[in-house]
T-cell receptor, first 116, second 112 residues
Framework: GAVVSQHPSWVICKSGTSVKIECRSL??????MFWYRQFPKQSLMLMAT?????????EQGVEKDKFLINHASLTLSTLTVTSAHPEDSSFYICSARERGGSTEAFFGQGTRLTVV | GQQLNQSPQSMFIQEGEDVSMNCTSS?????WLWYKQDPGEGPVLLIA?????ELTSNGRLTAQFGITRKDSFLNISASIPSDVGIYFCAGQRSGGYNKLIFGAGTRLAVHP
């Protein structure tokens, strides 16, 4: 149980285009999902917290208009990187917490974004 | 963003050796979690700790929640090549959606 699936696993896009990443909880309902980015050899940095049916809460320094988050159902959250630039290239990872469950968060397999 | 102090930064050991890593914080956490991340993958939960002083094992892994609630350690006994990866501690406070704060990671290499 507690499987979180992220799609796509990797994506290459041109500068100026937008990219959508999906995060799905496959066998549980997730009221809260978290989006992280991770640069090479660094730790996970929280970008935003996504709650089903409400606006995401962004961490300080994260542009909400650039990183659009939608959590429209209890099993799906999406992160859209708008007008991507090469500096947005990174490893993006989501995690999900089960509704009414423990404090543990389960992670997706990550999405490698490369902007050329 | 805020991080925990995790050490050591990296370790290179011989197969069969025991490994120990720890995390400390200047503030209190209600939960400590230990994750392992393989290259190009998301972190996988190894052990979750919920009470101060709690000692929990998962196979060859043992982790403890410090009495002061400001630290935790993870031990790996009799290391094997597949233990290679990056180990992250994560602390959680109550409130604020219970978001996790991660350590910088310990990169483990195991020499056969």
């Amino acid at each position: 149980g507690a499987v979180v699936s992220q799609h796509p696993s990797w994506v290459i896009c041109k500068s100026g285009t937008s990219v959508k990443i999906e995060c799905r909880s496959l066998d549980f309902q997730a009221t809260t999902m978290f989006w992280y980015r991770q640069f090479p050899k660094q730790s996970l940095m929280l970008m935003a917290t996504s709650n089903e049916g409400s606006k995401a809460t962004y961490e300080q320094g994260v542009e909400k208009d650039k990183f659009l988050i939608n959590h429209a159902s209890l099993t799906l959250s999406t992160l859209t990187v708008t007008s991507a630039h090469p500096e947005d290239s990174s490893f993006y990872i989501c995690s999900a917490r089960e509704r009414g469950g423990s404090t543990e968060a389960f992670f997706g397999q990550g999405t490698r974004l490369t902007v050329v | 963003g805020q991080q925990l102090n995790q050490s050591p930064q990296s370790m290179f050991i011989q197969e069969g050796e025991d490994v120990s890593m720890n995390c400390t914080s200047s503030s209190i956490f209600n939960t400590w979690l230990w994750y392992k991340q393989d290259p190009g993958e998301g972190p996988v939960l190894l052990i979750a700790l919920y009470k101060a002083g709690e000692l929990t094992s998962n196979g060859r892994l043992t982790a403890q929640f410090g009495i002061t609630r400001k630290d935790s350690f993870l031990n790996i006994s009799a290391s094997i090549p597949s233990d290679v990866g990056i180990y992250f501690c994560a602390g959680q406070r109550s409130g604020g959606y219970n978001k996790l704060i991660f350590g910088a990671g310990t990169r483990l290499a195991v020499h056969p």
